[in-house]
């Protein structure tokens, strides 16, 4: 339930005139309550990212094993994807404000639970945690966002959330390679104290109490949507190490999350009180917007899986420089995200995501011509255009979700949101890492059956006189093979994913914007 125009300060004192004429919630100072609620959000998003990083750190700290390590990253996944659903109830029974800060106080506690973890089942129950108190983060911070703004600045707004959406995936690895190069891999955690503690503080200052509605909780729906997500993370998470449908484990994750999604459908349609309104279902743009944010949430973290494996072992790029060669593209988005948050409330943003979308394919055609021998240059370029691009599709996506939207959805919408572009990151994930791995293998096949005497860089019946010589070639030669073959695969993904932006676009035409009268700025729903 989004907070309203029933807003009301604790404490008594004689009305003022709103401070922003039009918008539902009013506050004393509006800008450290962006900067706090940002500054919340932005923490969780970095979490789900910068401690892939520190991985092998923990796992020599932790005494765990390769396999059992990655629960580390599912636990919290899961945690998420469980808990997300519940956050339109929470703040309906008990108010935005008071779910908020304590949300954001059990994220932070949670984050110091887990520096200081001894092994790692510790570590897992405090990712765990963290998880379920991080999960609200992102969804609140845009509903507050959306509140404390008027229908004309709600442009400018929607740019600063998705530039802090857009931050996590490219500072996380950065941020995650230097701390643990330079200090303890604990510190990846304990970093996020300073920012929640400012987060909670200005939250339990300036943000308002808003009166609660209590509502019955749709347990039914609720346990419906956290099974089908909870075993499709899980066979997403296990299905590399597992051999995917090879394995019994998985094919039972993949029977029992559809047998969970078609019975949710299916609650969702016949309940009298679903734990999601029917009526965000029924709205189109919100429905285009939910598929678009699948795509940029599986598009931008799966580049962002891609390009630290391409940059280290095919061009040979230490940690840190590969980290930083991921910054042009946020230096893209971030300086793209400045102009169009002025520009917007005369643009069709219509007219915005097709050209995100055609700036984005761009780009990754752009990296699909790469070599394995070349520059810094184009790779820096291409993350520049690749940063503009997305730029240009998130901004207008937020907008266009909201655009037809009863107010009092708002809160379970953007939890929605989030839930797209975390299961289209996870998805993405999973089918491009299925598929270098499987061109990897076939493109060494198919290298191999072309190596002939001619082909190689010496003379292979004078060094098979001198003994080890031969073996030593026979690896050399190979290296060059799986070098060509990863290089193909990585090429071919890159390809596969401006194919998708560019097949989107017709997607559009079923957008719908609700026209200011002074231009085409897209108007939010009533907020009653």
Same mark, same amino acid.
Not at 51 to 60: D, F, K, S, T, Y
């Given at each position: ?315 040979? $790029?230490?940690?840190?420089? @590969? /980290? #930083? +060669?991921?910054?042009? *593209?946020? !230096? &893209? ?75 009092? $959805?708002?809160?379970?919408? @953007? /939890? #929605? +949101?989030?839930?797209? *572009?975390? !299961? &289209? ?82 997607? #559009? ?20």
């Amino acid at each position: 339930m989004s907070a309203s125009t029933d807003a009301r300060r604790a404490g008594g004192g004689a009305a003022r005139p709103p401070a922003h004429p039009g918008a539902p919630l009013q506050v004393a100072n509006r800008p450290l309550l962006i900067a706090a609620v940002m500054a919340a959000m932005v923490m969780q998003i970095l979490d789900t990212t910068i401690a892939n990083v520190a991985l092998p750190h923990m796992r020599a700290s932790l005494s765990a094993t390769q396999e059992t390590i990655t629960w580390v990253l599912t636990s919290y996944v899961l945690a998420s994807a469980v808990a997300l659903p519940l956050g339109g109830w929470l703040v309906a029974n008990f108010g935005l404000r008071r779910v908020f800060v304590i949300c954001v106080v059990g994220f932070t506690v949670a984050s110091v639970m887990c520096g200081l973890a001894q092994n790692l089942t510790q570590m897992v129950l405090f990712r765990v945690a963290q998880g379920l108190f991080g999960a609200f983060l992102g969804p609140f911070a845009q509903t507050v966002m959306l509140d404390v703004s008027t229908p004309e600045e709600r442009p400018r707004m929607m740019s600063i959330f998705s530039q802090g959406i857009m931050l996590g995936p490219i500072a996380g690895p950065v941020l995650g390679g230097w701390i643990t190069e330079n200090s303890d891999w604990r510190w990846v955690f304990f970093i996020n104290v300073p920012v929640g503690i400012f987060a909670g503080v200005v939250l339990i200052a300036m943000l308002p109490r808003v009166k609660s509605v209590p509502q019955r909780m749709d347990i039914l729906g609720w346990l419906f949507v956290a099974l089908a997500l909870s075993c499709f993370q899980l066979m997403l998470d296990r299905g590399e190490t597992k051999d995917w449908f090879g394995s019994g484990e998985i094919v039972t994750y993949a029977v029992v999350a559809a047998a969970a999604a078609w019975l949710t459908v299916v609650h969702l349609a016949i309940t009298p009180r679903p734990i999601y309104a029917r009526r965000i279902f029924a709205d189109p743009n919100f429905v285009v917007s939910m598929g678009l944010q699948f795509l940029m949430g599986s598009i931008l973290v799966s580049v962002s899986a891609l390009m630290p494996g391409l940059l280290q072992n095919i061009y040979g $790029y230490p940690v840190i420089d @590969a /980290g #930083l +060669l991921l910054a042009p *593209r946020g !230096i &893209g988005m971030l300086a793209s995200m400045m102009i169009l948050g002025k520009v917007m409330a005369r643009m069709d943003p219509r007219l915005a995501l097709a050209i995100g979308l055609v700036v984005t394919g761009w780009s990754l055609h752009m990296m699909a011509g790469w070599s394995p021998d070349m520059p810094t240059w184009p790779i820096v370029v291409s993350g520049v255009i690749q940063g503009i691009g997305m730029s240009f599709t998130y901004m207008p996506v937020n907008l266009i979700a909201f655009s037809t939207l009863p107010g009092q $959805y708002r809160t379970d919408a @953007a /939890g #929605l +949101l989030n839930l797209c *572009r975390s !299961i &289209g990151s996870s998805i993405g994930i999973a089918v491009v890492t299925v598929l270098l791995s499987q061109g990897i293998q076939r493109n060494h096949a198919e290298l191999a059956e072309r190596v002939t005497r001619m082909s190689v860089p010496f003379d292979l019946d004078r060094i098979t006189a001198y003994g080890g010589a031969a073996e030593t070639a026979a690896r050399v030669i190979d290296g060059l093979v799986n070098k060509q073959a990863a290089m193909i695969a990585y090429l071919n993904d890159f390809y596969l994913m401006a194919l998708v932006c560019w097949a989107t676009i017709p997607v #559009l035409f079923f957008v719908k914007v609700n026209r200011s009268p002074t231009g085409p700025l897209p108007q939010m729903a009533a907020d009653h």
